[in-house]
């Protein structure tokens, strides 16, 4: 008798974000159904299509970064301080896994003539929001919102150009020794931008 393997979501996603680290946004159900040792038709209970699981993978590591902020925010109440941790923690997925990293802030979802799946309408992911609201708490009177894309434009950018996909280029212009110092100044140059 052979036993079958139970699959959760979290089975699946976890198997979705290493079959998109190794293909990219190129991945497959199959090479999803490789990484569980199984066939993609038992995906299938848990996820319609590859679009679905691209959704489900983002709710969830956004869910991680929240609970991540929100936890260090119950802590410290300084929105500032709040707004410099969540830009170090997207640097630091920036800097260790880069392929995280792009599901999360740089890739598109794959296409579908389905109709959006459960994952797909429950898709909302809070960080923008997050910010948007300790921009306005910090200051105000500010164009909040214009502020607040600013910031996210910092942070990722910078967490672009100090990653492994730029790690050629920076050669002779700014070692990964002085990344940590990149990033710290990016998040002064976000605490100006605040001020303003």
């Known amino acids: 008798m052979q036993i079958v393997a139970k699959y959760t979501i979290d089975h699946i996603i976890d198997a979705g974000i290493r079959a998109y680290a ?13 990484e569980l040792g199984t066939k993609p038709s038992s995906l299938y209970r848990h996820v319609q299509n590859k679009r679905e699981l691209y959704f489900a993978m983002l709710i969830r590591e956004f869910d991680r970064l929240n609970e991540k902020i929100e936890e260090y925010a119950f802590t ?3 929105p500032k301080e709040i707004l410099k941790f969540a830009g170090s923690l997207i640097f630091e997925i920036g800097r260790n896994d880069f392929q995280l990293f792009k599901l ?4 598109r979802p794959p296409p579908s003539n389905a109709s959006p799946g459960l994952f797909e309408q429950q898709c909302h992911p809070q960080t923008i929001h997050n910010i948007l609201a300790l921009v306005k ?13 600013s910031l996210m434009s910092l942070v990722i950018g910078g967490a672009i150009l100090t990653s492994e996909l730029y790690n050629p280029l920076n ?3 700014l070692s990964k020794s002085e990344y940590s110092r990149f990033h710290h100044y990016l998040l002064q140059l976000s605490e ?5």
């Open 104 to 107: 999360m802030f740089l890739s």
């Open 76 to 78: 410290n109440k300084d």
């Open 137 to 149: 708490r910090i200051n105000p009177t500010s164009d909040a919102t214009f502020a607040a894309y």
């Open 192 to 196: 100006r931008l605040l001020d303003l």
């Open 171 to 173: 050669a002779g212009i």
């Open 22 to 34: 190794k293909y990219g946004e190129d991945f497959t159900m199959a090479n999803v159904a490789d």
